[in-house]
Nanobody, 128 residues
């Protein structure tokens, strides 16, 4: 049974920083791409950043490029999302996802409804 768990959300002022952490268990972790998606009230869940496991290649949405950094620690079975220069429009629930059908960072190009193994989400709130 694959388990995915996020932590690290919170409330910050615009311009601040947060780091999200995602840990997984229950599978051959180093064979799968990982990603962060987010969902704001009244909006669809959208891709934020993805990372391939073997090569460490990354893909970011245009809205976070240059401000967010996704990274992974294979030894700890953990993926991180460093979020800098946060804006009020970054306010959302952030979800970590891992899907055994993907090894590439291009997992971010797929709709959230097609992906497996989601965490419970962590709230990020950015005030103006």
């Amino acid at each position: 049974q694959v388990q995915v768990m996020e932590s690290g959300g919170g409330q910050v002022q615009a311009g601040g920083s947060l780091r999200l952490t995602c840990t997984t268990s229950g599978w051959m972790f180093d064979e799968h791409a990982m990603g962060w998606f987010r969902q704001a009230p009244g909006k669809e869940r959208e891709a934020v950043a993805c990372i391939s496991w073997i090569r460490g290649a990354t893909l970011y949405s245009d809205s976070v490029k240059g401000r967010f950094t996704i990274s992974r620690d294979n030894a700890k079975d953990t993926v991180y999302l460093q979020m800098n220069n946060l804006k009020p429009e970054d306010t959302a629930i952030y979800y970590c996802v891992a899907d055994p059908n993907f090894t590439s960072e291009r997992m971010c190009h797929y709709h959230a409804t097609t992906l497996k193994h989601w965490g419970q989400g962590t709230q990020v709130t950015v005030s103006a």
